[in-house]
């Protein structure tokens, strides 16, 4: 057999103003041909898991180029359009092959290209004619669109949020594939449309038992190769966002209607119940101030750079400042001009500086004032599991007696160790106020003495009932209350 390999993703927050081009790609990574390393990224998991299969099946795995870029804003156009030729290239000049095994995220959007995956897809199968499987691993915050259904033969997607089983699901992928190319599966897609856009944490109940129950029927039933639970992306403007259940099966359309059918409703009851308890800046800064004890961590849980926005936001610290709160870190703001000028000053100087909130509307206001730069780290890390995460040059200021941290490249706040690069200590810390929704949790827990989820102006159109949106649907819940009342 000779299958062809390739990854192109990214996640586009189509309200953020955060827009990417080649050089996101590059800083993220971009793999040509048989350069991709041996640990994979988020949606290359294809690419490493295919390697072992095919060496072990003595196949041939022809390799694609590689592309990811961390989520941001619109991708451009010229940027989209080359690494999709650069892709459909060398498809082309791979022929005759007997199978696609792609690594897509599902919801990028380039410039004129509201569905960049389907547009994708849909010339891959140009090229290889309807009788090549084509299949793709998926991230669930993807919009699940027609298209890309009528293109492909299967979709795998994660089943955990936080995603830490990317792997698992690339192996999902491989063996579904093996078992097709060699006569003994025929995967058929049945999807049922939730009607609905929400929020779906596996690190908590209801979800966790909700993929649990999916893992079993899975392993239960042989006439079911997988199931996944799109969830849809809320900060992609498009026409099909959206929760979406996919059945694979083994040749059962009618069985796997059915279950999607199931399985999609008993997701849509718990509506509303799914997402962390959210508490706003005032409650949440009043909170830790009373706490008997620190680190008290408070997730500014929507400014997160891992969901595409600035990370700029200044909410969080103006409300400390109201408060004359001073026993507290903030890591991180991203403001490249801000620490531009704490460089070019130098450690130890006092310098008048605006700082913070410049990327987008309702993310606070800039901060002026006058401030001590503390510490300056170029290419500063953090931990990040077993690996590190950049934050870029960084600047540890003093203001009002609060310790800030200035970082150039947008960052998640992933681990405590970002604080103690940059000279803070966290565990002296009374109130740790971090960037991130759900992905902090695992280091963070294991030093906070509490953690408060903070929802703190709208830098992420996260409350999809209010979101002034252009291009999607709005006959689902929660723009409307009960989009199955007729059906039903
Ligand atoms: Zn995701």
């Known amino acids: 057999m000779r299958i062809f390999t390739a990854a192109l993703a990214t996640e586009t927050n189509t309200f953020s103003p955060i827009c990417i081009d080649r050089r996101a790609f590059e800083a993220s990574l971009y793999a040509p041909p048989g350069k991709h390393p041996q640990t994979p990224t988020l949606c290359t998991a294809p690419i490493t898991v295919g390697r072992r299969v095919a060496a072990k099946k003595g196949w041939q795995l022809i390799e694609g180029t590689a592309a990811w870029a961390d989520p941001a804003g619109l991708v451009n156009r010229q940027t989209y359009e080359d690494l999709r030729d650069e892709i459909l290239g060398q498809l082309r000049a791979a022929l005759p092959i007997d199978a696609v095994v792609l690594g897509l995220h599902g919801a990028m959007v380039a410039d004129g290209y509201e569905d960049t995956e389907g547009d994708l897809l849909q010339r891959v199968r140009e090229i290889v004619g309807p009788e090549v499987l084509v299949c793709a691993e998926l991230d669930p915050h993807s919009h699940l669109t027609e298209k890309r259904v009528a293109a492909a033969d299967f979709f795998v997607f994660f089943k955990e949020f936080p995603h830490t089983d990317f792997v698992d699901r690339a192996e999902d992928l491989w063996r579904i594939a093996v078992d097709t190319l060699e006569g003994r599966a025929t995967p058929v897609m049945s999807i049922f449309d939730c009607r609905m856009i929400d929020v779906f944490p596996t690190s908590r109940e209801p979800m966790r038992s909700f993929v649990d129950k999916l893992v079993r029927l899975e392993r239960d039933d042989p006439d079911l190769l997988s199931l996944s639970v799109v969830h849809g992306f809320m900060a992609g403007d498009v026409p099909e966002m959206g929760t979406r259940m996919l059945v694979v099966t083994n040749g059962k359309a009618e069985k796997g ?232």
């Not at 998640?412 to 009374?430: N, R, T």
């Open 257 to 488: 209607e059915a279950l999607a059918r199931e399985l999609g409703l008993e997701l849509f009851a718990g509506r509303g119940t799914y997402r962390m308890p959210e508490i706003d800046e005032r409650r949440a800064v009043a909170q830790a101030i009373a706490a008997p004890a620190g680190p008290v961590v408070i997730a500014d849980m929507w400014d997160n750079p891992g969901g595409g926005t600035a990370g700029d936001a200044t909410v969080v610290l103006e409300e400390l400042l109201a408060n004359n709160a001073t026993d507290a870190a903030i890591g991180t703001i991203w403001d490249p001009m801000a620490v531009q000028i704490c460089m070019a000053a130098g450690e130890g100087a006092e310098i008048p500086l605006r700082f913070g909130a410049k990327s987008a509307p309702d993310t606070g206001r800039p901060i002026d004032g006058i401030v001590r730069v503390v510490r300056l780290v170029r290419n500063a890390e953090m931990r990040f599991g077993e690996s590190f995460a950049p934050f870029g040059d960084a600047a540890h200021i003093k203001f009002r007696g609060i310790d800030i941290i200035l970082n150039t490249t947008r960052a998640q706040s992933f681990d405590p160790s970002l604080f103690s690069v940059m000279g803070i200590d966290p565990l002296s810390k009374k109130i740790l106020v971090i960037k991130s929704t759900n992905h902090f949790f695992a280091s963070f827990s294991k030093i906070a003495s509490e953690i408060i989820y903070c929802s703190a102006g709208t830098p992420y159109p996260n409350d999809p009932a209010r979101t002034p949106y252009r291009r999607a649907r709005r006959d689902i819940w929660p723009m409307v209350a009960d989009p199955h009342g007729a059906e039903r």
